[in-house]
């Protein structure tokens, strides 16, 4: 009996202070559009990616958000998962400048200009330069291999991207079908190769990457990393000092240096 009069007092409260009917206006994310008429065709995987590389190699300035989530294989064989949120701003072929926010709070920010590398690592007010000629095709694979430091995406900073979506080395791609991500439909194309199971969500608009998996096959445990993306775009925002570096009071300078590794860096993605 109390627990009917509670429900009652609470239906009385609602109504006596107007509470509001929902938004009249839909949210697009929840509302799926109808496909185009269907023609009996559907598109080879491999289409699908060439389109999308062929798109994105054919802009030479690149601004995206991703939230990430990687996992991590302990000792015991549990995984964990860890979150990051990042954006990249890419002006070829020279210019790069991310920021990457993890769950434990703790932020890196990183500029490429000509040649000089940069980053800090915020709380902890530590930042390091290194030099490297060639532009962003040379420096990354350097950066992420010789060094280990987590570029947010460097498939899609990759120097050949269809060598490394449609080459020699995979061993099957196939069209999955049409998926709804985040508000668009997207073509689900899964992509084998040595060492990696990959799937990619391609937009069926602008042919930008809505989603990307990957399942690092030889690592023990096989760990996990996804990617979803927001906010492409084909112009940078207007910020004069957008690829620019100046060290905050008090940040400490830090040697950066090559480090030896067993196994890839699989935080950034790499496939």
Not at 59 to 69: D, F, G, P, S, Y
Not at 103 to 128: C, E, L, S
Not at 182 to 204: F, M, N, S, Y
Request: glycine share 8%; hydrophobic share 40%; net charge negative.
């Amino acid at each position: 009996m109390k627990r009917f009069l509670l429900l009652s007092a609470l239906v009385a409260l609602f109504v006596g202070c107007g509470a509001q009917s929902p938004a009249t206006t839909e949210d697009v994310m929840w509302t799926p559009s109808a496909l185009a008429d269907d023609d009996g065709e559907l598109p080879e995987g491999r289409e699908v990616v060439q389109g999308m590389v062929d798109f994105m190699r054919g802009h030479q300035e690149l601004t995206v958000e991703a939230r990430v989530t990687y996992e991590s294989v302990q000792e015991s064989g549990q995984k964990l998962q860890f979150d990051m949120l990042q954006r990249l701003s890419v002006r070829k072929p020279d210019q790069l400048a991310w920021v990457t926010l993890r769950d434990d709070a703790t932020v890196d920010k990183a500029w490429y200009d000509k040649g000089r590398f940069k980053m800090i690592r915020q709380p902890a007010n530590m930042w390091g330069e290194v030099f490297l000629p060639g532009g962003i095709n040379v420096a990354v694979p350097v950066l992420v291999d010789d060094y280990m430091i987590p570029v947010p995406l460097p498939d899609l900073l990759s120097n050949d991207p269809r060598d490394l979506w449609l080459g020699d080395e995979i061993t099957s791609i196939w069209y999955v079908g049409e998926a709804w991500v985040d508000g668009e439909w997207t073509d689900h194309v899964a992509i084998r190769k040595p060492g990696a199971d990959v799937q990619v969500w391609v937009g069926q608009g602008d042919p930008f990457p809505a989603k990307m998996a990957i399942v690092y096959t030889e690592d023990e445990g096989m760990p996990g990393y996804t990617a979803r993306f927001s906010k492409w775009s084909t112009t940078l925002p207007t910020d004069p000092a957008l690829f620019e570096f100046t060290p905050p009071p008090g940040a400490e300078k830090i040697d950066v240096v090559p480090v030896i590794h067993e196994q890839p860096q699989s935080e950034g993605g790499a496939a």
